[in-house]
């Protein structure tokens, strides 16, 4: 054994460096820390084969129970039907209604006359609240909207002797059984809605003619006095 260069040492990790003499123990002892060393070195980890950390075992546990729950949830079996469409159910295929607002109606058309509440102008303007050509049966109003009114009559007990225009020009069968039915549910009024039918029916019946009087409305309305 030659004497060791103490530069040559492996690494002693803070004890040293190995003092020799020529004592047959010592020189067990060299080769009982070398051994010990070398061993060392044998297990020390290679790079790249490190154990992974802790918290990556944690994250990819989680994260397999994560897209399991996601595909349990949100995989429809993997059924083919899984990625067809639901259409919203249609009513019969009917395209949908056009909805006629008759408090808008009311409100652009009949209310700079008859005011927002139905109770009209006193001397001018009727009201309709609580009015018989209004309430009594389904068709003096639509009449009334169609074709128009002028002349003496008298509502709830006043007379009043002015023109109302005519609307079957300006409003649809729809705006007019919508504006009438508002008329006759609204302000404390309660009468059952008309229909856009009854005033087509009424629209062509009527045709071509011009304003009514109070007393053809009237004598019309005497024999079919209708409280549908
Ligand atoms: C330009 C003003 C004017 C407008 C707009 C008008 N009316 Fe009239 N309306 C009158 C007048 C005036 C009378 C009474 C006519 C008469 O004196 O002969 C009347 C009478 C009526 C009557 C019968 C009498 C009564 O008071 O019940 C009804 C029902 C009626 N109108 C509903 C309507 C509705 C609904 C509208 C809206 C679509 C409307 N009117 C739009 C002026 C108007």
Request: one cysteine or more; aromatic letters at 8%; a negative charge.
């Amino acid at each position: 054994m030659t004497r060791h260069d103490p530069r040559n040492e492996p690494e002693q990790a803070g004890r040293g460096p190995a003092r020799f003499n020529d004592s047959p123990t010592e020189t067990t002892d060299v080769s009982r820390i070398h051994m010990r060393i070398v061993s060392r070195e044998q297990i020390e980890p290679e790079e790249g084969l490190e154990r992974p950390p802790w918290w990556l075992w944690a994250f990819s546990v989680l994260l397999l129970f994560g897209m399991g729950f996601y595909i349990g949830r949100y995989g429809g079996s993997f059924s083919v039907a899984a990625h067809e469409v639901e259409e919203p159910p249609v009513a019969g295929d009917q395209p949908a209604p056009i909805v006629v607002r008759g408090d808008q109606v009311y409100a652009s058309v009949c209310q700079p006359c008859h005011q927002a509440h139905g109770h009209g102008i006193p001397g001018q303007y009727p009201p309709l609240v609580g009015s018989d050509w209004l309430l009594e049966d389904h068709e003096t109003p639509i009449r009334i909207l169609l074709h128009g009114l002028s002349g003496p009559v008298v509502i709830k007990g006043r007379t009043y002797n002015n023109r109302m225009p005519p609307f079957h020009d300006k409003l649809s069968n729809e705006e007019i059984a919508a504006v009438i039915t508002y008329a006759r549910s609204g302000w404390g009024n309660n009468a059952p809605p008309v229909t856009p039918a009854l005033v087509d029916s009424i629209r062509q019946q009527t045709q071509g003619r011009s304003e009514w009087t109070a007393a053809e409305l009237q004598k019309l309305r005497a024999p079919q006095l209708t409280k549908k």
